[in-house]
C-alpha cells in the first residue's frame, strides 16, 4: 500500500504524520509506502519544523531526514490512499488535481478515528509549541487506527 500525508505546508503536521505512520507500520511488520506533500509552496526544501522534529524524536521517531514538497496531481497516479489532514488541505487536494483528481482515494486523515467526522488535525504553526504536542497525541491515536483499520 501506498500512502500519502497531505498537510499544507509539509512542515508541520504531515511530516509528523508520515514518521509516526511509517514507524508504526515497521513495527507491525508492513511494507508500506509512506509520504508526504504540501499544498502551498511556502516551504519547499525545507527540514520539517523544529517543534515536529523535536516531539517525533522525543517518542524516539527521527523526521529530520524529510524535506517538504509540494502535492502534484501525478500523486493521484502514485499512491492508493491520500490522506488530507484538514478540510482546506482537501480542497486544495481536489483544486490541484483538476479533472486528473481522483477523490475516491482522498480522505480526512481523521476519519481513520472518528469516521464520517471530516475533522481536521489542528494547525500549530502560529501557535505555541505546546501544540505541537496536541497535534502529536492526535496524529498518534489516529496511525493507530490507519494500521486497525487496513490490517
Ligand atoms: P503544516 O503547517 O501545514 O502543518 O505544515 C503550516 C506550515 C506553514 C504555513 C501554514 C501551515 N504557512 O502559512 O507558512
Known amino acids: 500500500m501506498r500512502i500519502l500525508m497531505v498537510c499544507l505546508g509539509n512542515i508541520c503536521r504531515s511530516p509528523i504524520a508520515e514518521g509516526v505512520l511509517r514507524h508504526k507500520a ?12 504540501g499544498t502551498e509552496s511556502y516551504h519547499v526544501g ?5 517543534f515536529s522534529q523535536k516531539i517525533c524524536a522525543a517518542n524516539g521517531i527521527d523526521i529530520s531526514y524529510q524535506r517538504a514538497r509540494m502535492f ?5 497516479k502514485n499512491y492508493d490512499l491520500i490522506y488530507a489532514l484538514a478540510g482546506d488541505v482537501y480542497a486544495e ?59
Open 26 to 37: 515497521q513495527q507491525h511488520g508492513l511494507n508500506w509506502i509512506i509520504d508526504s506533500a
Open 46 to 50: 525545507e527540514q520539517p519544523h523544529r
Open 72 to 76: 502534484v496531481k501525478a500523486d493521484f
Open 93 to 151: 487536494i481536489g483544486r490541484i488535481g483538476g479533472l486528473q483528481a481522483d477523490m475516491k482515494k482522498v480522505h480526512y486523515f481523521m476519519n481513520e478515528l472518528n469516521a464520517g467526522a471530516n475533522q481536521s488535525v489542528p494547525d500549530p504553526y502560529y501557535g505555541a509549541e505546546n501544540g505541537y504536542e496536541t497535534v502529536y497525541q492526535l496524529i498518534d491515536k489516529t496511525c493507530d487506527a490507519i494500521i486497525a483499520n487496513h490490517q
